[in-house]
């Protein structure tokens, strides 16, 4: 022994002590060595979630998905905005007074009667009061001197050249809303250097839209404050009045969106200035806005952080909803101030893995469940019910699921030769190819579980739905004891014999039938599921050849109508029919029109119909004429209506007040989390382990040693 | 040496300019500005006006190489090619086609990048060089030949099992280090010390063969035979003449990538959430962003230059022999 020790020299030894010494040290403090966070970074309640892709945009006029709406929803405040609990959705006043008072004009802008023929509306004017007394959040663009100049307004490259963030400015301010604010932002929207995307939509609703949108085409963006619009006045300095063409109930939705929130003109004044834009400082990545938070931080490589605006107007936690709320603790702060969190910091994580655990350990307050770790999080009870693993359920953590109001289908080119059209043999072979697809199946080997097959085309809590028998589609589906059964492969072989092809052979060939499927989805993930739909078409003895191009291609293919067979999705952009039925409106035609019918479906019964309900309030006979919309489309069949998604979210035991509401952008001013709660999880769930550190420093030198004997030897044997 | 350092530099601008054409014509090849428009406007509503104004708005609605319809010298200069890429040669990246400013992205990226890979690359030449030499000094013995094992093992395993496993194990079962993510300043420590371990530990096999073949040439040289005659030791024959004489190719090879250390390393990138340049350009590729990609293969290209220029003159440096002409 004695000799082996001698063998170990003293200054590596020396190295090794500090090195335990070390240890030792940072072990008395050993709590949360992993912790993402700084310490003094958690005053207060803080929300940590994460982003996987950063946003393209924030500015109100310009952004349109959800990782932007993510962070503007909490920001802008459009004058209306979706109740937290009531179910069906339903907007309320945000900003405004009260929801808007509703005018029809005929075409010598004489107001008609409320119940007033569409034929005879011209015109309706949407007049909009919103409250006094709400605040801007503080900011440079909107800082004066003393005398009441704008600090900002008029800076040159020596002043720019020492900013390097919205942080460096070190004077900020504030004034009120006005409606002037809301006027300004709709004129933005028609500004062509912003390119919003509801641009074109707008120029066919918003009178004169189109042609102020010409009228500015060159001017910078703030001066178009002072410049008319024939459809846009500003009464007071509390009401505005939008003018769209003929009668738009949905138009109402579209108000209740981030592109109808209001901007200061100062906010274009302030950014268009050059210089700013080389710095990153744009509105489109540093928000203005009165809402509950304030972007305090956007670094969109690494994270982005929502601060509470200290001068958010009063807002209250809803005090009504639906009758389970009050059972579920989702009223115990009815009437309380809002907002209830602090801070919000999303930080980037594109990865799945470390997201994941990062989650287990407490670091993310709430997460979504990727394919890989579904088996650690589901798993389902004998009679197919979802709940979740033990594991989840000792660290208290609660599952939320919410079928989305969204559709995917698998769509026929109705102006092919072979699948298109309203002939019986074209209809009979869509029917057909219905049944056979198995959605059930897909949802259960693809999703997890996660989805709902679609009856029709309309999602659980859209009106117009109808669950149970009543809702079922009768060519696909018969409705046997309490269920929808899926008819049998022999039904939909029968309906192919009809449609003359028997057997799935193509009388023209005598081969069987070839049928293109179309689809930008060509990686090596995708795989089984092209075989999946293609074992689907083979049940009925058809061959489907896989087309898979790149996304670009795709969507040049629908547009010049060369796809046969396509799958599409849609999520709606508000609670309403409308924005479902118009994908199947003949005149929406992909290839004809441009528009969002991607089949190029036409039924002029059908389109009767949704020209005749599309204006209508929800009553029973809009639902009776939805029902026989439904009706048409199932039998014609120009989608196989696929499923409806179902999100599966996790959240942990401290985080509060949670209802899934999936219209609504502006949730997080309604959630609450109990830091301490948190605190005392995390400590408890990530405390560092040692040992094995140790074990390996152990075995290196176990396996060092014969070797520096052996060198010793061989040395002593030299000199010797 | 100044007039063979001003020759290679004007040398650089044909290649750029080569490099630049090849881009362009690699990236249009695949990707058509209407492509690029409906990948920034999203899927909803977009009609054939939108894209048309997008492109505009962009430059993209000019010819890409040769403008017939211009007059003059604006045949060449109101094209997309030149538009987009003439800047390049002055370090003006310009704006993104998502509206951010390119040099301002890449001036804050690169540090977390460089954050990772310098320390990765001087630990792991410490490393290298301490395991090789000690690969030699046990030559013919069983450390040498399991540690020659071990070495085709690490180099056989993909970089992305470290990641994982480094993760797994070191973060989320012993719980030392964050998962992920990054700070600014000496906080970032505790967030690189897993990344860098992982960058090391991943390189090690590769690198102590290549260096332990280095130093076997070395070793049988006859001044290492004089100096063991002269009475040092093993351990001071390695370390005082095998390894100074040895550093010519190692430094020679480590100057090389020196500029290449600011682009990052995309998978690293990404599992541990740095905000470096490698995940940048990626993301680039992937939302069909021309302005970026072309910034950044433009920039890799001359920083790659600039190694070469600098590989060449460490030679003059470490060994008087060489002289540049």
Redesign the interface.
Known sequence: MSSYLSLIPKRPIRLLLLLALCLAGVSCDSS?????Y?ADEEPGAVLYQSFEE?P??LDPAVA??SNEYAFIGQIYEPPFQYHYLKRPYQLSPLTATKLPEIHYLNAKGERLPDDAAISAIAFTDYLIEIKPGFYYQPHPALAKTARGDYYYHHLNSVDIASLNSLADFIHTGSRELTADDYSYQIKRLAH??L?S?????MKNYIVGFDDFSQRVADKAKFEMSALPMTGLSVISRYQYRIRIKGKYPQFIYWLAMPFFSPMPWEADAFYDQPGL????I?L??FPLGTGPYLLAEN?P??RMILQKNPLYHPDYYPSEGENADRQQGLLKDAGKKLPFIDKVVF?????T??YW??FL?GYYDASGIASDSFDQAIQFTGNGAITLTEPMHQQGIRLQTAVETSIFYLGFNMLDATVGGLSERATKLRQAIAIAVDYEEFISIFRNGRGLAAQGVLPPGIFGYAEGKAGINPVIYDWTGDQARRKSIDQAKQLMAEAGFANGVDPKTGEPLILYFDTPAAGVDDRPMLNWYRKQFEKLGVKLVIRAT???RF?EKMRNGNAQLFIWGWNA?YPDPENFFFLLYGPNSKVEQ???NSGNYHNSGFDRLFEQMRNMDNTDQRYQIIQQMQAIIRHDAPWVFGFHPKTFSLYHSWYQNLKPNLMANNRLKYMRIDPVARAEKRLLW?????W??GLIAVALILL?L??IQ??RLR?QAKLA | MINYIIRRTVYAFPLLLGVNILTFALFFI???P??MA?????Q???????IA??K??HGYDLPMLWNAKAPAEEKLTQTIFFQKSAGLFLFRFG?SD????I???IQ??AWPSLAVALPTLIIGLVVDICCALMMV??RS???EYAGMVLCVMLMSISSLFYI?SG??FI?????????????NGL?AF??LLLPVLIGVFAGLGSGVRWYRTLFLEEVEKDYVRTARAKGL??TQTLFRHVLPNAMIPILTGVVVVLPLLFMGSLIME????I?GLG??TI?AINSQDFAIVRAMVFLGSVLYVLGLLLTDISYTLVDPRVRLS
Request: net charge neutral.
């Open positions: 949360e060595l992993n912790n993402p700084r950063r393209k945009h349109y998905s062509p250097k390119q995307p509801i641009a074109e939509i834009r080389d710095k990153n744009t489109d990545w670094n490589n690494r930080m980037l994580e594109k990865e893995i470390p655990n990062k350990q790149d996304y670009n969507q952009d441009g528009g969002e990530n405390k560092p382990v040692f094995p550190l060092i014969p070797a052996s060198y040395a | 695949v990707n058509s209407d492509d409906r990948m920034q406007l999203g909803k509503h977009v009609n054939e006006q939108a104004n997008w505009h708005q704006v998502s509206g951010r400013n040099g301002a992205d804050e990226r000094l046990f013995s069983y450390l994982i993760q797994y973060a989320k079962v012993l719980k030392l280090v964050p998962i992920s993510g990054y700070d906080a505790k967030f030791s093993e990404s599992f541990f959430s905000p995940s940048y993301d």
